[in-house]
């Protein structure tokens, strides 16, 4: 398989090349030149495997034939979801009309650690292999932060730098971080708002000379390899819940913010999996959802909510749907980017829109309705959910039957939760003692010359 970019100005490139390359360099997303499919014989055979002999099933059509890694992926597999807590890495519950897929049993209890964890491997292989160094530098609000580092902890030839917004992260997440110790870790708390930290960020990768001295990557939510390992709890959740028959067609519900997660469930139907339709729940953040009703992309402003990890002002996968929903034209996809660039709008034809609508089923979810959500799941079922699945499950109210994804551990989002049921979730086992560990941060001003210094001072 070889790798295109959305926007048209990469020549095509190995599997290696797009999780090393990231971001596309012409600023358009990477995708496979083409989409492997799936026989329905081989569905059949899929829904009898573990999570692992499953994953180095979907992921090998998207390899690149004679490239080292392509070997390597069966063992690679087995080391990224060794550190889950679960034996079936994401199993699949019942709570009354809809199933519930567990993406959280990782390390940071939450499901870009299924991604993460790969990715993390993965980088420090393809390292390896060229006998390369890289520093990863990223600002988070609290989620991708602490799985990215739980992702290269301890990994040969990477260094990983955390911004996060000084006393402004839950207590669980800032611990999630900062009690990594590992001497490739460099958590940094910055006295500020996550903005501040995000242009920190950008400021940094903006500086051509630092970028390059010190080899910086970011941790990208549009890295090709996290949508790859998404692809293959779609599939798995179909075999569990289909016991493998082919004319099965499934719902997904999917808790939406940059689309990442969504867009793997999107690649999952276009496989050839049995999907009847996605449900695109969004919390108040919803510029998706107010693209499939009216055909108009615009910004709009960001709204704090209880599902943080889904309060966004753009999706940054979307781009990667659209190519497709715009016939794989990349001067189209071009077209779209400058005007969103310009006039913070892009609008598709009525044509599209309802071509969008025979696949997603949008909806958006406000703060009561999860609430009141996460409290009927509970009294109904026992099933405590979080926030984010909470609104996954509301906007799956017309879909009995539905798959729902479980983005988070309730007790990650504990606070919320206890509004909702009256009480704290507990933390699983291995997470309790968590606040009394040591810990390791630097405290900054949030001025972009400090975390030069530092970034300096770490690697010397
Ligand atoms: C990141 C995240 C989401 C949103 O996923 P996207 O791939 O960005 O759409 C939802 N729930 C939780 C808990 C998350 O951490």
Redesign the pocket.
Known sequence: MRYVSTRGGVAPISFSQAVMMGLATDGGLLLPEQIPQITPDQLRHWAGLSFQELAVEVMTPFMTPGEKVTGQLPELVQRSFKSFAHPEVTPVIRAGEHWILEL?HGPTL???DVALQFLGNLFETLLKEENGHLNILGATS???GS?AIHGVRGRAGIHVFILHPYGRVSPIQERQMTSVLDANVHNIAIRGSFDDGQNIVKELFNDLAFKKDYRLGAVN?INWARILA?IVYFFYAWGRVSGGDPAKRMIFS???????????GYMALRMGLPVERLVLATNQNDILVRFMESGEYRIGTVHPTI?P??D?QI???FERYLYYLLDEDPEAVREAMRRLQKENVFAVSGHKRHQALEIFAPRRVSEAQTLERIRITFDRYGVLV?P??A?GVEAARDFPGAVC?A??HAA??GAAVAKAVGREPELPPAFQGLMERPTRCCVLDPDPEAVRAFIRMELA
């Open positions: 959280f939450a499901f870009k609290g989620d991708t799985a939510s998404q999917v808790p939406t913010g940059n689309f990442g997660d969504i867009f793997a599902s990890s889904m966004i999706s940054s996968n979080d984010h699945t609104v994804l983005t988070a990650k989002f």
